[in-house]
């Protein structure tokens, strides 16, 4: 069984920045597309950001495509989310989530919840005002 972690969250400042973390057991992360999801308050769990298996092919929500950034360190079995000009919509749980699918297709677009086989337990990120 995989394991995913999720750490980085806090209370940051509207306009500010925060980076979200993620670490995998196992020894086939390498192989896997990783995202990140989030689940604000009184809604439903909504798709962020997602990369390919080796970083080079990128998928983003409208709500974070010019103020976030996935990225990933195969060897030290990490992804991170980089997420800037905070605001208080992006107050949420956010989800590190694994696929074994290792690259986007017609039949693997990454951004839906059933998509992906491993999920972390959260991390709350608030945004204040």
């Known amino acids: 069984q995989v394991q995913v972690t999720e750490s980085g969250g806090g209370l940051v400042q509207s306009g500010g920045s925060l980076r979200l973390s993620c670490t995998t057991s196992?020894?086939?992360?390498?192989?896997?597309?990783m995202a990140w999801f989030r689940q604000g308050p009184g809604k439903e769990r909504e798709f962020v950001a997602a990369?390919?298996?080796?970083?080079?092919?990128?998928r983003y929500a409208d709500s974070v495509t010019g103020r976030g950034t996935i990225s990933r360190d195969n060897v030290n079995n990490m992804v991170y989310l980089d997420l800037n000009m905070l605001k208080s919509e992006d107050t949420a749980v956010y989800y590190c989530?694994?696929?074994?699918?290792?690259?986007?297709?017609?039949?693997?677009?990454?951004?839906?919840?059933?998509?992906?086989?491993?999920w972390g337990q959260g991390t709350q990120v608030t945004v204040s005002s």
């Open positions: 196992g020894r086939v992360f390498s192989t896997y597309t």
């Open positions: 989530a694994a696929s074994r699918w290792s690259y986007f297709s017609g039949s693997f677009d990454g951004t839906k919840y059933n998509d992906y086989d491993y």
């Open positions: 990369l390919n298996w080796n970083g080079k092919d990128t």
